[in-house]
């Protein structure tokens, strides 16, 4: 199974084919993100209407549909996996919890997120904090919580699953990243210094995408073997993700994206443009995206995990 990056774009159908299975990953998501999201009288309308208006502001849910696809790889289906699904939906909670907080006056200070005003632009500061607090608790509380039917061995798994997200959305992952992309704002890095970029990158944005897909490997019961393949493609996907991410910043457009463009160099943060340049950005890329392949061809794994890989190289949004 080779997968050659002579041609940087995917094939017209199976483009067709990756949109396809994308918007059928979403709509079982987004179904299982309303069944699942707290509403009163669980919880004060407030925050159910927040947490309601930050997770369906419309997201690519790349993040879940990586867990799914990790996860159909592994048992070699296409059907959605109820337990994978569960899983998929905490990683999109913490995810959007984390933009939540990164929009913050504190933190990035943007005022438009996935096309629409920010949470805390809405609903105040304080609000929008307690919103992100509530979906990363909530996030675990799901995680936390035995499907119906499930066996010991059901359990075991989602108990594994539960302490990789832990660990890659902490302190040693996504909010360590957090803390050193603030401490590199407006200290510009050369290239001497690339190890710092990539280490922050693959904290604050990789290590969540890291969790996403090993997660859904383990619910499938991968072997430690395909684990670590999984593990190694995500880590260069992350990688690919961010440097996308950041050529974008610089040549997307607000609407689009759904975020602000030029925020990042507005706010003097260290990014790979600002490092190399565009057109070694965009080398990068490439070649972690053939890396990440290159893992998924070691343990002969198959799926969407390729495609998904190609559409990261080539997104415009």
């Not at 040693?172 to 603030?182: E, F, K, P, R, S």
């Amino acid at each position: 199974m080779s997968h050659s990056n002579e041609q940087a774009s995917l094939p017209h159908a199976t483009q067709i084919l990756l949109n396809d299975y994308f918007k059928k990953a979403r709509r079982a998501v987004d179904s299982e993100l309303e069944r699942l999201l707290p509403t009163p009288p669980q919880c004060p309308n407030l925050i159910s209407e927040i947490m309601s208006y930050s997770v369906f502001a419309g997201g690519k849910r790349f993040r879940p549909i990586l867990t799914l696809a990790a996860s159909q790889a592994v048992s070699q289906t296409e059907t959605i996996l109820g337990s994978a699904l569960r899983v998929a939906c905490a990683v999109e909670m913490i995810h959007t919890y984390s933009l939540i907080h990164d929009d913050l006056p504190a933190m990035d200070d943007d005022t438009l997120r996935r096309g629409r005003p920010t949470a805390h632009v809405i609903y105040g500061e304080g609000m929008a904090i307690l919103a992100g607090d509530a979906l990363l608790t909530e996030a675990f509380n799901l995680l936390a919580q035995p499907a119906k039917g499930a066996t010991i061995n059901d359990q075991s798994r989602a108990l594994r699953a539960l302490h990789r997200i832990a660990v890659e959305s902490g302190a040693a992952g996504m909010v360590g990243g957090q803390v050193l992309d603030l401490q590199l704002t407006g200290h510009p890095l050369d290239k001497n210094n690339a190890e710092m970029l990539r280490a922050m990158h693959a904290k604050k944005t990789g290590a969540l995408i890291k969790a996403a897909a090993v997660a859904g490997a383990i619910m499938a019961s991968a072997n430690d073997t395909t684990i670590k393949a999984i593990e190694t493609y995500a880590t260069h996907l992350g990688l690919a993700f961010q440097i996308v991410d950041d050529i974008l910043d610089v040549e997307g457009a607000s609407d689009a994206l759904g975020k602000t463009v030029g925020k990042d160099a507005a706010a003097g943060k260290v990014t790979y443009p600002s490092m190399y340049g565009v057109q070694e950005s965009r080398q990068r890329a490439t070649a972690a995206v053939t890396a990440a392949q290159q893992a998924l061809d070691s343990a002969s794994l198959g799926g969407r995990l390729s495609d998904i890989a190609n559409w990261v190289l080539n997104r415009s949004k």
